[in-house]
């Protein structure tokens, strides 16, 4: 059993860690996705933030080249008005200077800058070549256009907005975007804004700018290389691994989300960190997961104990229950044998005892039917002569007296049947005049010899028992009260009766010299008695008599001799 009950120990450690490893996984997987979810939800909304920043800007720059197209100085300048140069440098300057423009200039139709706003610098753009730049030839063509690039004389990147004049010319806007790349930095995350060709032109990491995201043709990455005058180690392949963009040198991870700008063209790109969000989220997930598992587990075992003990308990408890029934059926079992062997034990000793008593009793009975029978002779004889005679009435009362002795005889004998037969014990209504009969009937011849004074019986009186177990006890008190008398001068036996509604009490009195108080208190119990050749038997089994018929049989005090009272239960 306690092999058994640590082996479901071990098993049930075994299966808690297997959830609990199946709970961590599972829990870090959806924690995982869920925060990552969020990133990317999270991220879309930066990124269009951030390319509305960008489209705001490049719109606030858009309306430059296009109110300057127009203007007269503009106009004058490229038409060669020496005046009019001098007056758009300035402008140009001031402009320059109000809205943040990295560079104003005017080319001409034959390309090279006329007018800028840093006419003041020893960089200036005044009298530069700028027939090479596409978004010069582009302007001339379509009016407007716009390149990002670097610059030429600054080295700097810049989107380039340019616009035909009235004139033939062209205006140019140079943007910059440091401020807004800035802000990205700040912000977080990496920003990056790539052309068509994949190649990052705007980003808030610097490294990254002219690095490409996609691989390039060699004529697309030389033609690049020509407008945007880059230096031949750029274009080098953007350092991202990955659906969502993983960090080639450091491994980190990060969330990206993609929207376009107004720029034609242009996408951004918002790189958000997700590493250590999906890691933490992963790690408390899962901790909460195991823990759970680990308190859950806990929970069931500690449930399943209590009831295995609880079980365990009520088996015990029955097992007991059932022990305890089983000994006490046994033992009531063995108290039914004991009963009934103390059962056919009492009834041998009535038996014993009613045939000692026929040994005592059989002289009386011979000598009272031995007179009937002498008298029966003696009729029967002289009927004979009579009816010799022809005194047929003499005859007929001789047969009638011959008849009663014959009932006499025949009554006694019966008593003397009954009393000897063993009989388990009939109850029905005996009356209580045929018992008191039947013993003095018995011990008709014995009580010969004593005064006897016998109570008035009501007729009709009656008690519940059997005649012959009442006769029995009768007789025994009334052969102890003979044998009491034998030496004393006077000798009397006194029956009395009294009752009331639920019994009838018949005393029996002698003027004997009584009951010993030494024997008085044992008086009942066997083999008890104060003759010579009593076997004290006689009075215990007649209490066991009146016990078993619902009555009592007792020793009451008395002034002269030895008074015993019957208990019976009236009818």
């Known amino acids: ?21 199946l709970a961590v996984l599972a829990a870090s997987h959806l924690a995982g996705n869920r925060v990552l979810d969020d990133l990317r939800v999270q991220a879309a909304t930066d990124a269009r933030l951030r390319a509305a920043l960008l489209d705001s800007e490049v719109a606030r720059f858009r309306l430059l080249p296009l109110t300057l197209a127009d203007d007269r100085d503009v106009i004058a300048a490229v038409r060669g008005t020496p005046e009019a140069q001098a007056a758009l440098d300035r402008k140009l300057e001031l402009l320059a200077g109000v809205t943040r423009a990295a560079a104003i200039y ?38 407007e256009a716009s390149q990002y690039a670097l610059g030429t004389v600054s080295r700097r990147p810049g989107l380039y907005l340019a616009r035909r004049t009235a004139a033939g010319g062209v205006i140019v806007v140079k943007l910059e975007f440091d401020r807004i790349e800035q802000e990205w930095a700040r912000a977080g995350g990496i920003t990056f804004v790539r052309n068509p060709l994949g190649v990052v032109l705007v980003t808030s ?15 697309d990455a030389t033609r690049f290389r020509a407008d945007t005058r880059v230096p031949r180690g750029a274009l080098s392949p953007l350092p991202l691994t990955g659906e969502d963009g993983v960090l080639a040198d450091s491994g980190e991870r990060f969330v990206a989300q993609e929207v376009a700008t107004s720029q034609p063209g242009w996408r951004l790109s918002l790189l958000q960190p997700a590493g250590a969000a999906v890691k933490s989220a992963r790690r408390a997930a899962g901790l909460s997961a195991g823990l759970a598992v680990l308190a859950l587990s806990a929970l069931a075992w500690t449930l399943r104990q209590r009831v295995t003990l609880a079980r365990r308990r009520t088996a015990e408890l029955e097992d007991a229950v059932a022990q305890r029934t089983a000994d006490l059926r046994r033992e009531m079992d063995e108290r039914a044998d004991s009963e009934a062997r103390a059962a056919d034990l009492r009834e041998a000793l009535r038996q014993a005892n009613r045939l000692a008593s026929l040994g005592q009793i059989t002289a009386s009975v011979a000598h009272e039917t031995a007179q009937p029978v002498a008298a ?42 009954g009393f000897s037969r063993r009989q388990a014990g009939e109850m029905r209504p005996v009356p209580v005049a ?33 005649k012959v177990r009442l006769e029995q006890v009768l007789v025994n008190l009334l052969q102890n009260a ?3 008398l034998v030496d004393c001068a006077e000798r009397r036996i006194t029956l009395t009766l009294a009752e009331d509604a639920e019994h009838v009490r018949l005393a029996v009195s002698d003027t004997g010299s009584g009951v010993a108080e030494s024997v008085a208190a044992r008086l009942f119990t066997p083999f008890v008695t104060s003759r010579d050749k009593g076997l004290g038997l006689g009075l215990v089994i007649s209490q066991d008599i009146m016990i078993e018929l619902g009555g009592w049989l007792k020793l009451l005090p008395s002034g002269q001799g030895a008074r015993f009272e019957i208990g019976m239960r009236r009818a």
């Not at 306690?2 to 490893?21: A, E, K, Y």
């Not at 005017?106 to 978004?135: C, H, Q, T």
């Not at 009816?387 to 025949?410: F, P, S």
């Open 1 to 21: 059993m306690r092999f058994d009950g640590q082996s479901r120990g071990w098993r049930w450690v075994l299966g808690t860690v297997v959830l609990g490893i």
């Open 106 to 143: 005017v080319i001409s139709p034959r390309g090279f800058a006329l007018s800028a706003s840093n006419w003041r610098s020893a960089e200036s753009f005044k009298g530069m070549d700028y027939r090479f730049r596409p978004y010069f030839r582009e302007a001339r063509v379509r009016g």
């Open 205 to 219: 990491r610097p490294k990254w700018r002219f690095a490409a995201s996609l691989p390039l043709s060699l004529s």
């Open 376 to 417: 029966v002779r003696t009729y029967a004889q002289t009927s004979e002569t009579l009816l010799d005679r022809g005194a047929t009435e003499e005859v007929r009362a001789n047969l009638k007296a011959i008849g009663r002795l014959a009932d006499r005889i025949g009554s006694v004998t019966a008593e003397l049947r």
């Open 434 to 466: 045929d018992v008191i009969g039947g013993a003095l009937l018995i011990l008709k011849e014995q009580l010969r010899s004593v005064t006897l004074e016998l109570p008035a019986i009501p007729p009709g009186l009656a008690v519940i028992g059997g």
């Open 482 to 484: 003979l044998e009491a």
